[in-house]
């Protein structure tokens, strides 16, 4: 869709627009609590839809969006607006699981200069430089759990689930070991969500790294300088 976007406006020379995604989601159809009134167009589950919420951040700010805005905060009582209700929030307040996974990206993504797409089979991997700190999402399509190297940055890190539990991480001849969940693919093939993501969280910038190495082979640690101090504007 931003391909698309860059293509018309390129086509009637407009330069210097920024792009924004001004409504996304994956509702679920599995909430007991508020169900579908009807038939719902995708079975998806509200794992999947926090898996998305991190999962869509990462892909559209490393495809150049400059905004995502995920539609929407809250459902009414009885969401006449759409056959699922798509909230982070249910009509009662309380959060689903994808409300947690948006606190994540709004914790862990935040102030980000560049993001990077890499793919490696059905692994995908978004490194986010946000100058003094690096982090790297992670995540399979695939229906088996996968396993990766990812190349360090810094020695040790955090790792971080979309339920926002981190627990420290270190790494071993210049790479970290991932183990990433397997995509349910509730709504059959193909995996229009991959599996819950892990972020990978360290100390410095990437520096031009790419984060995954080939599986077997670890890379070696790549020394540069700490960046600069930098001023973020709120």
């Given at each position: 869709?931003?391909?698309?976007?860059?293509?018309?406006?390129?086509?009637?020379?407009?330069?210097?627009?920024?792009?924004?995604?001004?409504?996304?989601?994956?509702?679920?159809?599995?909430?007991?609590?508020?169900?579908?009134?009807?038939?719902?167009?995708?079975?998806?589950?509200?794992?999947?839809?926090?898996?998305?919420?991190?999962?869509?951040f990462?892909?559209?700010?490393?495809a150049?969006?400059?905004?995502?805005?995920?539609?929407?905060?809250?459902?009414?009582?009885?969401?006449?607006?759409?056959?699922?209700?798509?909230?982070?929030?249910?009509?009662?307040?309380?959060?689903?699981?994808?409300?947690?996974?948006?606190?994540?990206?709004?914790?862990?993504?935040?102030?980000?200069?560049?993001?990077?797409?890499?793919?490696?089979?059905?692994?995908?991997?978004?490194?986010?430089?946000?100058?003094?700190?690096?982090?790297?999402?992670?995540?399979?399509?695939?229906?088996?759990?996968?396993?990766?190297?990812?190349?360090?940055?810094?020695?040790?890190?955090?790792?971080?689930?979309?339920?926002?539990?981190?627990?420290?991480?270190?790494?071993?001849?210049?790479?970290?070991?991932?183990?990433?969940?397997?995509?349910?693919?509730?709504?059959?093939?193909?995996?229009?969500?991959?599996?819950?993501?892990?972020?990978?969280?360290?100390?410095?910038?990437?520096?031009?790294?790419?984060?995954?190495?080939?599986?077997?082979?670890?890379?070696?640690?790549?020394?540069?300088?700490p960046?600069?101090?930098?001023?973020?504007?709120?």
């Amino acid at each position: 869709m931003l391909a698309e976007a860059r293509a018309a406006l390129k086509k009637h020379g407009i330069a210097g627009k920024e792009l924004w995604i001004n409504e996304t989601n994956a509702p679920p159809s599995d909430d007991r609590q508020e169900p579908p009134w009807s038939k719902p167009r995708f079975r998806i589950t509200q794992a999947e839809q926090a898996a998305f919420v991190l999962q869509e951040f990462s892909l559209a700010f490393a495809a150049g969006a400059s905004r995502v805005e995920f539609y929407k905060l809250r459902n009414s009582a009885d969401h006449p607006e759409s056959i699922e209700p798509y909230g982070l929030l249910r009509a009662d307040d309380t959060p689903r699981p994808a409300m947690t996974a948006y606190r994540v990206a709004a914790t862990y993504l935040r102030d980000f200069r560049a993001a990077t797409l890499e793919r490696q089979g059905d692994v995908i991997a978004v490194t986010f430089d946000r100058g003094d700190r690096t982090t790297t999402v992670l995540w399979t399509n695939g229906r088996r759990p996968a396993r990766v190297a990812v190349r360090a940055v810094a020695p040790r890190a955090e790792l971080v689930d979309e339920r926002g539990q981190a627990r420290p991480v270190s790494a071993s001849g210049g790479v970290y070991t991932i183990d990433l969940p397997a995509a349910a693919c509730t709504n059959g093939a193909p995996c229009i969500i991959g599996g819950a993501p892990r972020l990978l969280v360290e100390a410095g910038a990437p520096a031009g790294r790419r984060a995954l190495a080939a599986p077997g082979r670890p890379a070696p640690v790549t020394k540069t300088a700490p960046p600069p101090p930098l001023l973020w504007q709120p």
